[in-house]
């Protein structure tokens, strides 16, 4: 077999961008991850990262306190046309702060100093998480496409926040399935994620605004004593 063919079987180099701009953190986020065996791109500053962000990594880690432009308003952007897995990384360990990284539309949220072990493993839960699967979720009339992020109800489009399209997601992949407030917790905001204890009663209560408001065929159903079910 010739050297080509050899280069095209071996699988491709899954990519991580590194949106950091202290130098000492960029380099040894570099050393590491290619020592893994990721592809790692580094950006310094965060009005060059949204473009980089666009052009397909499979995972971006992200600072919050960036010269230009802040990660807060990276995310912001690059979720409104990718759903690109996003850890945030940065010094502000606040609850508050986290549930603002949160909402803005970052997978999760990793707080300096960190272990570059624990941060190993959370890149492998979200490239997981990842893994091919449809593109297009449906129940009834309901459609929600997880490349461009558009959602549809009967031909009406619904506009999320981040964490309702996540939560949606997540419905829409076990429709019938009943999942308790903790399950749904643990999958949509991460099983270490400190809020308020209503949260996904809050958040179910947006959905239902927006999905099922109009329509005699209510999806979203409470399942009294154990949590919830997208009803098909």
Known sequence: MDAAAVAATKPSKQKILVIEDDTNIARVLQLELEHEGFAVEVCGDGASAIERALKGPDLIILDVLLPRIDGLEVCRRVRKHSSVPIIMLTAKDAVPDRITGLDTGANDYLTKPF????????????????????????????????????????????????????????????????????????????????????????????LRNKVDVGSDDKLIQTVRGVGYSLRI
């Not at 997981?128 to 593109?135: I, K, Q």
């Not at 926040?161 to 917790?185: G, W």
């Open 115 to 206: 272990s570059i072990d624990e941060l190993l493993a959370r890149i492998r839960v979200q490239l997981r998480e990842r893994e091919p699967g449809p593109t297009v979720l449906a129940a009834k009339d309901l459609t929600l496409n997880r490349d461009t992020r558009e959602v549809t109800r009967g031909g009406r489009a619904i506009v999320l926040t981040a964490k309702e399209f996540s939560l949606l997601e997540f419905l829409l992949m076990y429709p019938n399935k009943v999942h308790s407030r903790d399950e749904i917790f643990n999958s949509v905001w991460g099983s270490d994620f400190l809020g308020e204890s209503n949260l996904i009663d809050v958040y179910i209560r947006y």
